[in-house]
């Protein structure tokens, strides 16, 4: 008797993960629950079995049923799911309002291979406007202020928004040298390029930790902050 009974409990178990399966399956193929109801039932047999003078009906899947649902399983735990790219800055804006100019750009550390200063020098990392450096979606870069005045903003594609905020006796005219924190990713991630940068905004020869720390906690630009920081940890 009670090998009986959990028997027939396995047996109602499994029409019921069929039966959710095929729900699965008709929400994806839209097969109305009419049309699976008389399926379900000409796929299922009733047998009937006499215990000890009591009767008891019990349910048995056909072979093929058990087939399909497997499979359907199967296709199920396979999928992946798809979700939409997120648009990089370069095609999230129509760059085309934008003043546009030619440039020589490199990139350059804090470090003393690019300013003779050393991690204890009082002035290491702090640029010519007073700012400490940084690399992030508004990172700061060097500039020649007669070309882009210190507080320019600039978007340099492949880098992201550049904010002048430092200078450089080699940086003259139509040259830009963008801030990384070490040779290793000025190599890996720039090097030297020519290439059209977009002003953004005009400098107006200033510019304040808070103005840059305001540009980078932007709500609305957080998306494209989180891509420039991983692209940079890579």
Do not use: C
Not at 50 to 55: I, N, R
Not at 76 to 92: C, F, H, N, R, W
Not at 142 to 157: E, K, R, S, Y
Not at 202 to 226: C, D, H, I, P, Y
């Amino acid at each position: 008797m009670k090998n009986f009974k959990k028997w027939s409990k396995r047996m109602v178990m499994a029409v019921l993960f069929a039966a959710a399966l095929f729900m699965t399956f008709q929400s994806i193929s839209g097969v109305k629950a009419q049309s699976f109801s008389s399926w379900m039932t000409g796929q299922i047999e009733t047998k009937e079995i006499v215990y000890k003078e009591h009767s008891y009906k019990t349910l048995s899947l056909k072979d093929k049923l058990l087939k399909r649902a497997k499979s359907l399983r199967t296709l199920i735990s396979a999928a992946e799911p798809v979700t939409a790219k997120p648009k990089s800055l370069e095609d999230a804006i129509d760059w085309s309002q934008y003043p546009k100019s030619t440039v020589t750009a490199t990139g350059y550390t804090a470090g003393i291979e690019s300013t003779g200063k050393l991690p204890d020098h009082p002035a290491y990392g702090i640029t010519y406007s007073g700012v400490k450096v940084k690399r992030d979606l508004y990172s700061t870069v060097a500039a020649d202020p007669a070309v882009f005045p210190i507080g320019t903003i600039l978007f340099i594609p492949g880098y992201g928004y550049g904010v002048v905020a430092d200078t450089g006796s080699a940086i003259k005219g139509h040259r830009l040298d963008l801030y990384y924190e070490t040779v290793d990713e000025v190599y890996k991630h720039w090097g030297k390029k020519d290439l059209e940068v977009y002003v953004v905004t005009k400098g107006t020869g200033k510019l304040t930790e808070g103005e840059l720390e305001a540009l980078n906690e932007n709500e609305s630009m957080q998306v494209f902050r989180q891509k420039y920081i991983q692209k940079n940890e890579e």
